[in-house]
Antibody, heavy 120, light 108 residues
Framework: EVQLVETGGGLIQPGGSLRLSCAASGFTVSSSYMSWVRQAPGKGLEWVSIIYAGDSTSYADSVKGRFTISRDSSKNTLYLQMNSLRAEDTAVYYC??????????????WGKGTTVTVSS | EIVLTQSPATLSLSPGERATLSCRASQSVSTYLAWYQQKPGQAPRLLIYDASTRATGIPARFSGSGSGTDFTLTISSLEPEDFAIYYCQQRSNWPSRTFGQGTKVEIK
């Protein structure tokens, strides 16, 4: 069964750092397109970052320069290193696997999410 | 950057009724559009991709249509479990992705 499990969320002070993990089973993270998506309390979905072919990466403008996406093939795990955290980073963070259709990539497998709260 | 605008923000309907949700892109996205369903406390679930193809296990009452800038998600006859929030999603500038702001389908 294809599954994603996020861990690493918690309460952190503004300016602090946190690393989220997303453990995968049933497929290989290192050969997949993988995204992080977040959802602030009561708000919609916001795409955060993607890692794809050749470990290329991309970020939303709101996190660029502060967040780093990476993956470890030996652990079959995706990561999101979050630095210089702000109150507006408070959200549930989901990891998602992307699968290519005939034309494009879509997020077809999602984890249950991990909650990050940035507050003093 | 491509912006996705969903309407209406909230749709109040009764079970058995037909739901029609709209997603409009600020510029053409061809058929590179997906729809996701999210229930309270749950992760999103992929419903439709490539504008009109149902994902695995999605009931036939869900259908998607459109191309270019105007897209529609239709639920032919609402079941109790269909009351949720629906998001459209597209890439903006490759490889970034963009979501619409969501449409909530609530029980009337």
């Amino acid at each position: 069964e294809v599954q994603l499990v996020e861990t690493g969320g918690g309460l952190i002070q503004p300016g602090g750092s946190l690393r989220l993990s997303c453990a995968a089973s049933g497929f290989t993270v290192s050969s997949s397109y993988m995204s992080w998506v977040r959802q602030a309390p009561g708000k919609g979905l916001e795409w955060v970052s993607i890692i794809y072919a050749g470990d290329s990466t991309s970020y939303a403008d709101s996190v660029k320069g502060r967040f780093t996406i990476s993956r470890d093939s030996s652990k079959n795990t995706l990561y999101l290193q979050m630095n210089s955290l702000r109150a507006e980073d408070t959200a549930v963070y989901y990891c998602a696997k992307e699968t290519k259709s005939q034309y494009y990539y879509y997020m077809d497998v999602w984890g249950k999410g991990t909650t990050v709260t940035v507050s003093s | 950057e491509i912006v996705l605008t969903q309407s209406p923000a909230t749709l109040s309907l009764s079970p058995g009724e037909r739901a029609t949700l709209s997603c409009r892109a600020s510029q053409s996205v061809s058929t590179y559009l997906a729809w996701y369903q999210q229930k309270p406390g749950q992760a999103p679930r992929l419903l439709i991709y490539d504008a009109s193809t149902r994902a695995t296990g999605i009931p036939a009452r869900f259908s998607g249509s459109g191309s270019g800038t105007d897209f529609t998600l239709t639920i032919s006859s609402l079941e109790p479990e269909d009351f949720a929030i629906y998001y459209c999603q597209q890439r903006s500038n490759w490889p970034s992705r963009t979501f619409g702001q969501g449409t909530k389908v609530e029980i009337k």
